[in-house]
């Protein structure tokens, strides 16, 4: 096949590049689209192969056209037809360590080798930060601020969300920010089960509004959004106005995590990659692993070292300025490994801060099955896969009063209805039936089928000293790069979140006359899902006001090497229990403007 | 995970009291030895058809395979509205399952396969013949000891671990299929021109829709 080439773009077609973008996701694809509609020369390194969605995403298939029935497996850890190419939870031949068998003490990596990483596969849901994130210690006490506040970024959300597509709505809750006029698209109508659910949880006093996710329900702004996104820039206009339209709106099937081939959603490769090559002043090498960034003599990073997969060698590329948007935990490992006479603890580790504070979401689930929505009327319930609406944060007050014991807040994502069935749909259903078969069991999956409902929390985790990474001692991955170790703890505030989560979802399902299927795990400890399943994971290098407590600026460009930039959610200070890949994009977009600015004036 | 030993110990025990024990049936279908195959990788081509036995080899016996279809087909009969689960390839799939090189399936491997061979030498126990060979009540008169752990005799808790599996291995493959999608009454995967949710007659029934925020 033509695209499992590694030079998606024709070799060394530029011999000088202004700027190497390391990594190809939310954070590279934002950057490579912004720098090269700003006209800088990029090169964009990938680890993974090339990936074309148009052409390898399994639209419509069946569960029954898959092995398995598409059943997940450890070589496809989200199911067969989940768009992760040769990634995971391992990666053969590029293992990471440990630093303890204690399983509350690790932390699992979730990689993907392939052209827009895991843009291809996440779940779209874009939630901007509010206010009280970017300044949580403010608040509490605990954790750090950011050296930003909301409105430095929210310029940017506005940014993202007019180019990507997101659909949501504005409601004004505390800590949730509204989006202008125009920014956002008309949410998806709501399933049965959602206007269920919100019945219910509003009777308990919790909200339920629109969620918000990078799904087009309907086709983007291309007459206005261009000259909003580029001001004066009328190649940039002119570029994302065709590439908009050449995106198609939401077309009601199949799951989002498989990607799409009508460019419906967001991922990297069908949104950022596009308009960006169209430029000509984008080049991408993919199966290029980049081992480290190499320091010139007057202090500034010169270039990268690669490996080349397809020949296994090592190559080097050069440019003025460096942006490592490799994703926190592979950015951090490139600096650990960049080790030098002037940095020996690691690139722009002058502060001694790069690997501490890595963070991930808080996460906890339960399901309940409703009678009131057995034996339901067929109905096409696919919508826009998922999210049509969610519960935001609502305890802020009780939290400012120390009612809850725990710091920080968390949303609740939810989900029921008609969807696709496969094979775990109607698993465990003799709880139910009393151990029916036969006719009667036929009978009791058609009275079941669609009445249950899944609740899972994602709360806001503290950075602490006890999870981190560093570069493990011995280990070498396939390439002899050295690897990553974890070392991972929870707080009592993360894992008395969970439970607090545990006793809400039991509550609403409660509320809607369900039935908690499975325990109700009132221990958070036990409640809470491991370090790194919520693949979330940010921090590691982040920002900050000094460079004796941060890795980088606000810019994130390091305060060390001024042109080094982490463009990715290494920088981040906090991990609100917004999502945070919008705001990724959004400290990308701003970091790259910020690039081109000093570029412009020579100060790069 | 039991040991090819225990299972053997398992079946004797149960072979005691069997006058008509066809012995063929206890040593040669009860082992969980599985070759050497690779899996599909992490770069699958996921747009083509697969069918079981594309990517390692199938390994069921042709005695177990029967065995297999008897209790799907006990499990989910064809009825006036779908057909029965071996006829939509659920048998094949319970072979690709139990044939496959990844841990799940290879601590199933064993239950299943024990499992299979445990019907056959109660159905020559109680009846003399191989539960395929059984008509509906006498197939439905072992079933109903096993098919619910919380209620199944101390002597039956194995086996009743094993159906629970088993109907849910089946269960899986066949709701996964076209045919199961349509018995189930799901009607999606079909591309939209507008998405309206809900009829408001169905929401107004529920006593639901939209409310003021």
């Known amino acids: 096949m033509g695209y499992r080439t590694n030079v998606v773009t024709p070799a060394a077609k530029h011999k000088q590049y202004d700027v190497i973008v390391v990594g190809s996701g939310a954070a590279g694809g934002q950057t490579a689209y912004t720098l090269s509609m700003e006209g800088a020369k990029v090169l964009m390194l990938e680890a993974g192969r090339n990936y074309v969605p148009e052409h390898e995403t399994p639209m419509f298939q069946t569960p029954d056209q898959a092995p398995l029935r598409g059943a997940a497996t450890p070589e496809k850890g989200f199911g067969f037809y989940d768009a992760t190419v040769d990634g995971g939870w391992t990666v053969p031949g590029e293992p990471y360590a440990q630093s303890t068998d204690d399983p509350r003490g690790r932390f699992a990596w979730w990689r993907s080798r392939m052209l827009g990483g895991r843009t291809n596969h996440w779940g779209r849901i874009s939630l901007r930060n509010g206010p009280y994130d970017f300044k949580p210690r403010g608040r509490d006490g605990l954790g750090f601020d950011w050296p930003i506040s909301y409105d430095d970024v929210a310029p940017y959300y506005d940014k993202v969300e007019r180019l990507i597509g997101v659909y949501g709505s504005s409601e004004g809750l505390e800590n949730t920010p509204n989006s202008p006029e125009g920014c956002l698209l008309p949410p998806p109508a709501p399933l049965i089960s959602d206007y269920l659910v919100q019945q219910r949880a509003r009777r308990l006093g919790i909200p339920i509004i629109p969620g918000h996710r990078a799904v087009l329900t309907q086709q983007l702004d291309y007459k206005r959004s261009p000259a909003l996104l580029h001001p004066g820039n009328l190649k940039a206009q002119k570029i994302i106005a065709a590439h908009m339209q050449q995106r198609a709106a939401c077309f009601w099937a199949t799951d989002c995590g498989r990607g799409c081939s009508i460019r419906a959603n967001y991922q990297s490769t069908t949104v950022h990659l596009p308009p960006a090559l169209a430029t000509g002043n984008l080049d991408i090498v993919t199966d290029a692993m980049v081992s480290q960034v190499e320091l010139g003599p007057d202090g500034l990073a010169s270039g990268v070292k690669y490996i080349d997969k397809i020949s296994g060698k090592e190559r080097q590329a050069g440019a003025r300025v460096i942006v490592l948007a490799a994703s926190a935990c592979e950015t951090v490992r490139i600096l650990l490994n960049s080790k030098s006479a002037r940095f020996p603890e690691g690139l722009a580790n002058s502060s001694g801060k790069v690997g501490r504070y890595l963070m991930d979401t808080v996460g906890s689930s339960l399901r309940g099955q409703v009678p009131l929505l057995e034996s339901l009327p067929p109905q096409n319930e696919d919508g826009a896969s998922g999210h049509a609406f969610y519960a935001p944060w609502w305890g802020y007050q009780d939290q400012q009063k120390g009612r809850l014991g725990f710091a920080r807040g968390y949303h609740i994502e939810f989900g029921g209805g008609r969807r696709m069935p496969d094979s775990g749909t109607l698993r465990g259903l003799e709880r139910l039936t009393h151990g029916s078969y036969g006719k009667k069991l036929k009978d009791d999956a058609r009275r079941y089928y669609g009445s249950f409902v899944g609740f899972a929390g994602r709360g806001e985790m503290i950075p602490n000293e006890k999870s981190y990474c560093e570069i493990d001692p011995s280990v070498k991955d396939k390439w002899g790069i050295p690897v990553l170790r974890f070392h991972w703890q929870w707080s009592d505030h993360e894992t008395r979140q969970a439970a607090h989560m545990q006793k809400t979802f039991a509550g609403i399902i409660e509320a809607m006359g369900g039935r908690v299927m499975g325990a109700v795990q009132t221990d958070g400890a036990e409640a809470i899902s491991p370090g790194g399943f919520i693949i979330h994971e940010v921090g590691g290098a982040m920002m900050g006001a000094s460079p004796q407590t941060s890795v980088t600026n606000e810019w994130c460009q390091t305060w060390d090497v001024k042109n080094l930039f982490l463009n990715d959610g290494a920088v981040f200070v906090s991990n609100a229990d917004k999502n945070p890949t919008l705001t990724i994009m959004a400290l990308a977009w701003r970091a790259s403007d910020h690039i081109a600015r000093l570029m412009r004036r020579r100060e790069l | ?213």
């Open chain 2, 1 to 213: 995970m039991t040991d090819r030993r225990t299972t053997i110990k398992w079946m004797l025990a149960a072979a005691a009291s069997m006058p008509l024990l066809n012995q063929r049936a206890v040593s040669e279908e009860v082992s969980a030895w599985l070759p050497a195959a690779n899996g599909y990788g992490g770069d699958p081509e996921l747009t083509k058809q697969y069918r079981p036995g594309d990517v390692w080899p199938l390994t069921l016996s042709a005695a177990q395979r029967r065995t297999a279809a008897a209790l799907c087909n006990v499990i989910l009969p064809g009825d006036d509205r779908s057909p029965s689960a071996e006829s939509v390839g659920v048998v094949g799939f319970i072979d690709e399952w139990v044939s496959a090189p990844y841990p799940r399936q290879r601590e199933d491997r064993p239950i299943v396969l024990e499992g299979l061979a445990w019907m056959d030498a109660e159905a020559l126990l109680r009846f003399e013949k191989y539960f395929a060979e059984l008509d509906e009540p006498r197939q439905h008169a072992i079933c109903d000891d096993i098919c619910y752990e919380p209620n199944a005799a101390a002597k039956f808790a194995r086996a009743a671990g094993f159906f629970a599996r088993y109907r849910d291995l089946t269960v899986g493959g066949y709701y996964s299929t076209p045919a199961g999608h349509q018995d189930l009454g799901y009607i999606g995967n079909v591309p939209l021109s507008r998405f309206d949710g809900p009829p408001v007659e169905l929401l107004r029934k529920l006593g639901l829709g939209p409310e003021p925020a």
